[in-house]
């Protein structure tokens, strides 16, 4: 169990304020509200009557949040959504246009953290990982049901990983396999161990990739970032692997009506990846509304 302080780290959070340059009286949208950590600072930055919608896919991230942002009281509007719905609910709460729009895309420490939402591959949870609990299929669904090529190819496609075959023929003749920590000794035994990062790490990317469609739903979201923000309005996404930070970077350069202001993207300093390992691949880019 992490501390609540623990769990409360925003990566990059003076960044993304700094970067979005919240006032009094503007209007944000934090798409991916987690424990609220860039919500609060975006709502202290605006005072006295700044305001923000909150979203996030895991009703649970939304109860945390709830808490933590209890004393800004109606300033803060939370719904429970996918933010790929990012136009349709700003539009229905009166946040478009928005002044503001901040993405930190992925996972929180507190669903990394929760055993029972298989994440980890530390953890013995049954290997769920869907952000949203109502969404379907699940992590376990994908192990035990692609075939040996689907699931080579997803594990390379989502998790850039090299010994995808390897893995994929490892989990087929391994199934069921139930619990994260089994998929994670059953890749472990077939690759062996090499240096600090679980050989099990890329697979797990990329199996919650597949299940929560991460890459859809951003490809999704970018375009309707531009759509909600005013003229002047800025947007912030901070994105923790290549295939996101990849579709972020592109999408800036190529999008006419965007200006992008990091020409090359905001990354932790040291002492903050110390503070929050979670923060070790972090890339912020921001871009603004002309
Ligand atoms: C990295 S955490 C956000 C932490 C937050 N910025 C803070 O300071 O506390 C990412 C959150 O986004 C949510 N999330 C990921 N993809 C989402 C999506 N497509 N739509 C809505 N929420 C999403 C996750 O459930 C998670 O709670």
Redesign the pocket.
Known sequence: MMSPDRA?V??L?QSVIDSLAPRDGGRYV??????????AGILDASAPTGRLLG????PT?LVR?SENLARYGARALLVH????NLNAIAAAHGFAPADGI?L?????S??LSDAARGFSFLTDGALDMR??PDEETTAADLVNSLDEKELADLIFEYGEERASRRIARAIVDARPIRSARELAEVIERALGRRGRIHPATRTFQALRIAV?R?LQ??DH?LPQVVETLKLGGRVAI?AFHSLEDRRVKNFFRETKGLRVLTKHPLQPTDEEIVANP?SRSAKLRVAERV
Do not use: K, P
């Open positions: 409360h925003s990566v959070f934090d798409a991916t509200l987690g424990a609220g950590g860039h919500a979203l996030d896919a895991d991230a949040a959504s996918n933010f790929e901040v930190d895309l992925g996972l929180s507190m669903q952000f949203n929560n991460e739903v951003l979201v901070i979670r």
